[in-house]
């Protein structure tokens, strides 16, 4: 029988930040804005945001995943064809380097609160 599993405070934060991106830039036939709504508090009642460093940190993590999402958009969205390989490149090197600062965001969190993993990936500077 498998254990139930506590999901850590970073991937909550995660978690909760990109429901209210998709929720803010998703197009509203696209998504059901109840269920939507009900995922972002749910994944808000899990964070104590009331803690100003805590705050601080899911509102840098929300920052950074939207800069990721305006990064990955015309990749996501199938409209990469007509950027050539180099931009493509020159994307995922971008996106790269967001997600080095997004994991650096998440363990900050950890560090914080004591709550979860730290993340490391191969060739990535923390």
Not at 19 to 39: P, V
Not at 56 to 62: A, I, N, Q, R
Not at 97 to 123: A, S
Request: glycine share 6%; hydrophobic share 35%; with cysteine.
């Amino acid at each position: 029988m498998a254990k139930p599993i506590i999901t850590p405070t970073p991937e909550v934060a995660d978690r909760f930040t990109i429901a209210r991106l998709k929720i803010e830039r998703l197009d509203k036939s696209e998504i059901d804005i109840d269920d939507m709504q009900r995922q972002i508090n749910y994944y808000k009642d899990g964070l104590d945001l009331d803690n100003p460093e805590l705050s601080k940190l899911v509102e840098d993590l929300y920052i950074i995943n939207g800069r990721m999402w305006d990064a990955e958009y015309a990749i996501r969205k199938g409209q990469d064809d007509n950027l050539g390989l180099e931009e493509i490149g020159r994307r995922a090197i971008h996106i790269r380097d967001l997600n080095r600062i997004r994991m650096k965001v998440k363990n900050d969190i950890i560090e914080l609160t004591g709550d979860g993993f730290k993340d490391c990936k191969m060739n990535y500077a923390n």
